[in-house]
């Protein structure tokens, strides 16, 4: 059985850093694309970032461009989401994803099989 297990998040002033970690276990899945959205309050889950399987591509939504980075460690299963430059409308539930194959479409939530529990991120002005 996958488990998708993320930690960090909390609250922090605005133009601060959190870093968030995604640990992918269990199952047969042997490999994953990697995705991080984000949902607030009365909104739709919306995609931040994607990360290839061998981490060369990464791609971001144009609001974090610049002040998100999208990680991971394979010898670790783990994937990490460093956040810089945080702003007040940043705040949301946070959610990691794994998707077991490649999709041109890695910005729709269906196209990931597994997630992690949300955690929530705070951002104070």
């Known amino acids: 059985q996958v488990q998708v297990v993320m930690s960090g998040g909390g609250l922090v002033q605005a133009g601060g850093s959190l870093n968030l970690s995604c640990a992918v276990s269990?199952?047969?899945?042997?490999?994953?694309?990697g995705g991080w959205f984000r949902q607030a309050p009365g909104k739709e889950r919306e995609f931040v970032a994607h990360?290839?399987?061998?981490?060369?591509?990464?791609y971001y939504t144009n609001s974090v461009k610049g002040r998100f980075s999208v990680s991971r460690d394979n010898s670790k299963n783990t994937m990490y989401l460093q956040m810089n430059s945080l702003k007040a409308k940043d705040t949301s539930v946070y959610y990691c994803?794994?998707?077991?194959?490649?999709?041109?479409?890695?910005?729709?939530?269906?196209?990931?099989?597994?997630w992690g529990q949300g955690t929530q991120v705070t951002v104070s002005s």
């Open positions: 994803a794994a998707a077991k194959h490649y999709s041109s479409s890695y910005y729709l939530s269906d196209e990931y099989d597994y």
């Open positions: 269990g199952g047969t899945i042997s490999r994953y694309f």
């Open positions: 990360i290839s399987w061998t981490g060369g591509s990464t």
